[in-house]
C-alpha cells in the first residue's frame, strides 16, 4: 500500500486555507461578540460615572467612548485599533486590556494545566479499566464516579472541599494563590507562581503555591476526569468488538496486550481531541472554582468585565479564547500525524 506525499506546493496551499479559515473564525467570532456585547441591557456608561452624575458628564462620557457613532462604525474603530495591538481599555481597573490578561492568565494557566494532569491521568486509566471489565462492579463505580462528576455543581464540590480539607482537616492552602505574608518574595517572571518560585530557588514558596494549588486543581480536575473517562469507555468499548481484537486473542496475546498495545492505540487520535477541548473549556470556563477559592484568574476577569459591561475587556477575552481553541485543534492535528501516519496521505 503506497502513501502518497504531499508537494512542497500542496502542503503551501493547504497551510494558506487553514490559516483563511482560522482568520476568518475569529473575525466572525469577533464581529458577534462586539454586536451583541453593544445590545445587552448594561450600560457601561454608567459604571463609569456612576448613577448620580449628571446629563451632560453623562454625554460627555457617552460620547468619549464612541457610543454616538453607529455600531459599524464603532466595530470598523475597534478593528482598526486591534489590527495594530490596542484592545483598549479596561473599564474595571483603567489598564489596558492586554495587560489585565497578561496579569490574571497565568493563574488560570496554572489551575487548568494541574487540572487537566488529574483529569486525564486519572480519567483515562479509569475509562480503560471500565471498558475493559464491562458490567463489573470495577465498571459500576467508574460510572458512578463520572455521574457524580457531571451532576454534582462544582461550586458545591468547592465550598465542601474547601470545609473539609482547608477548615476541618487543615491538609491544604486556603483560598488564594499564596499565604499573604509569602506574596511578592518572588520575582515575577512567568506569572506561575510554582515556575517563578522554582526559577528563584525559594522552596518556601513553591511548596506553599503547590498547597493551595492543589484542591481547586483536584476539584475542577474531577469535573473533567467525569467526561474523560466516560469517552475513553466509550472509545474502547467501539474498539473491544472489533474483530481484529479477537484475533489478537486468538493469537494467544495476554490481556493487557490486547488493551493496551491493539485497542488503546486506536483511540489516542480520538482521545487527543477529547483532552484537548477539555483543557481549552478548562482555561476559559473555571470561573466558578476561581470565584470559591478566590482565585485571580482569567475567568472571574471575564465574568466581572460582562457584568459591567466592558466590551474591550469581553471582547480581548473572547479573542484570546478563540485563539486558544484554534491552537489546540491546530495541535491536535500535528499529534494526529505523529500518532497515526495515515493522515499524511
Excluded at 54 to 59: M, R
Excluded at 173 to 192: C, F, I, Q, W
Excluded at 208 to 219: D, M, Q, R, Y
Excluded at 221 to 239: D, E, K, N, P, V
Aim: charged share 10%; aromatic share 10%.
Amino acid at each position: 500500500m503506497s502513501v502518497a506525499i504531499l508537494a512542497p506546493g500542496s502542503r503551501a496551499r493547504r497551510f494558506s486555507n487553514r490559516l483563511g479559515q482560522v482568520l476568518i473564525t475569529l473575525f466572525g467570532l469577533l464581529l458577534l461578540t462586539f454586536f451583541i456585547g453593544r445590545v445587552m441591557p448594561v450600560d457601561p456608561v454608567l459604571a463609569i460615572v456612576g448613577p448620580d452624575a449628571d446629563q451632560s458628564t453623562y454625554q460627555q462620557v457617552y460620547q468619549q467612548l464612541g457610543f454616538d457613532k453607529s455600531l459599524l462604525t464603532q466595530f470598523g474603530i475597534y478593528f482598526n485599533n486591534l489590527l495594530h495591538g490596542d484592545l483598549g481599555n479596561a473599564l474595571l481597573t483603567g489598564k489596558p486590556v492586554t495587560d489585565d490578561i497578561l496579569r490574571v492568565f497565568p493563574a488560570t494557566l496554572e489551575l487548568a494545566t494541574m487540572a487537566i494532569i488529574v483529569g486525564a491521568g486519572l480519567g483515562i486509566p479509569l475509562g480503560v479499566l471500565a471498558a475493559a471489565r464491562r458490567n463489573s462492579l470495577s465498571d459500576y463505580v467508574v460510572r458512578i464516579i463520572s455521574l457524580a462528576g457531571y451532576s454534582t455543581p462544582i461550586f458545591w464540590v468547592g465550598m465542601m472541599g474547601l470545609l473539609l480539607f482547608y477548615a476541618w482537616l487543615g491538609w491544604v492552602g486556603g483560598a488564594g494563590r499564596l499565604d499573604m505574608g509569602l506574596e511578592g518574595l518572588v520575582p515575577r517572571r512567568t506569572g506561575l507562581f510554582t515556575i517563578d518560585a522554582l526559577l528563584a530557588g525559594n522552596a518556601q514558596v513553591f511548596w506553599n503555591a503547590i498547597n493551595h494549588l492543589v484542591l481547586p486543581a483536584s476539584l475542577l480536575g474531577f469535573h473533567s476526569l467525569a467526561y474523560i473517562s466516560r469517552m475513553t469507555r466509550s472509545f474502547m468499548l467501539a474498539q473491544l468488538s472489533q474483530e481484529f481484537i479477537i484475533t489478537a486473542r486468538v493469537k494467544g496475546l495476554t490481556e493487557r496486550q490486547v488493551i493496551w498495545n491493539h485497542a488503546f492505540r486506536n483511540i489516542l487520535v480520538q482521545l487527543l481531541t477529547v483532552v484537548a477541548l477539555a483543557y481549552g473549556s478548562l482555561l476559559e470556563g473555571a470561573v466558578l472554582i476561581e470565584t470559591v477559592f478566590s482565585w485571580p484568574g482569567f475567568g472571574s476577569y471575564l465574568t466581572g468585565s460582562l457584568l459591567l459591561g466592558d466590551m474591550n475587556a469581553v471582547m480581548g477575552c473572547v479573542l484570546l479564547v478563540g485563539v486558544i481553541f484554534v491552537m489546540l485543534n491546530l495541535l491536535s492535528d500535528m499529534l494526529y500525524q505523529l500518532f497515526d501516519p495515515r493522515t499524511k496521505s
